[in-house]
């Protein structure tokens, strides 16, 4: 399925760098997430949009910030990570309902991040 | 706060047989949705299948059901007739409507194996 484009698949940067991850969706959803996957523990949600607002944002350290121009795309902007924020970062996206309806979420590759 | 447990960290299954995941989880809530994601090594979380707790009947696609035990709060998947592309990281993961968007809180995983 290429409905939840991510990219670059993998990034190696210092802790000094800044970067950013990019996320597009062709579903036409009106919601967008950022999750952390570490080795060994859940998927943690970072970030939520919806309908281009931020609903949520779960406590994340100020060095991740997000940015969602539409509904179609959604980047994550890094600068001075630490080591501990190596991981695999995965966006999704689904249609969500004013009442509730419980779409499923359609996720991307990943861009596997490492930090030296 | 919501909580998914997935008590099997790796199982494994001859190519053929029938497997069961099991997943519980807690929660408060009455209306509420369910899912199984698999994540195979190219890293996409792939949805399996999606269960509404106000249903009773359990949910099927093709090779895999659920027993949902909405009183139990348990959520295990069955996969029948298993295949070597089931060879996966298998997520069991809650869903809840909160204020405009959708959450998902995710179980650790169980790796699952499916030997020839």
């Known amino acids: 399925e290429t409905g939840v484009t991510q990219t670059p698949r993998h990034l190696v940067m210092g802790m000094t760098n800044k970067k950013s991850l990019k996320c597009e969706q062709h579903l036409g959803h009106n919601a967008m997430y950022w999750y952390k996957q570490s080795a060994k523990k859940p998927l943690e949600l970072m970030f939520v949009?919806?309908?281009?607002?931020?609903?949520e944002n779960n406590s994340v350290p100020s060095r991740f910030s997000p940015e969602c121009p539409n509904s179609s795309h959604l980047f994550l902007h890094l600068h001075t990570l630490q080591p501990e924020d190596s991981a695999l970062y995965l966006c999704?996206?689904?249609?969500?309902?004013?009442?509730?309806?419980?779409?499923?979420?359609?996720f991307g590759d990943g861009t596997r991040l490492s930090i030296l | 706060a919501q909580t998914v447990t997935q008590s099997q960290p790796e199982m494994s299954v001859q190519e053929a047989e029938t497997v069961t995941l099991s997943c519980t989880y807690d929660t408060s809530e009455n209306n509420y949705y369910l899912f199984w994601y698999k994540q195979p090594p190219s890293r996409q979380m792939i949805l399996v299948i999606r269960q509404e707790a106000y249903k009773q009947q359990n949910a099927t696609e093709n090779r895999f059901s659920v027993n949902f035990q909405k009183a139990a709060k348990s959520f295990s998947l069955k996969i029948s007739d298993s295949q070597l592309g089931d060879t996966a990281m298998y997520f069991c993961?809650?869903?809840?409507?909160?204020?405009?968007?959708?959450?998902?809180?995710f179980g650790k995983g169980t790796k699952l194996t499916v030997n020839p």
């Open positions: 949009y919806s309908l281009e607002e931020r609903v």
């Open positions: 993961a809650f869903m809840r409507h909160e204020g405009g968007s959708e959450k998902l809180v």
């Open positions: 999704a996206s689904s249609q969500v309902y004013r009442q509730g309806a419980g779409q499923p979420q359609h």
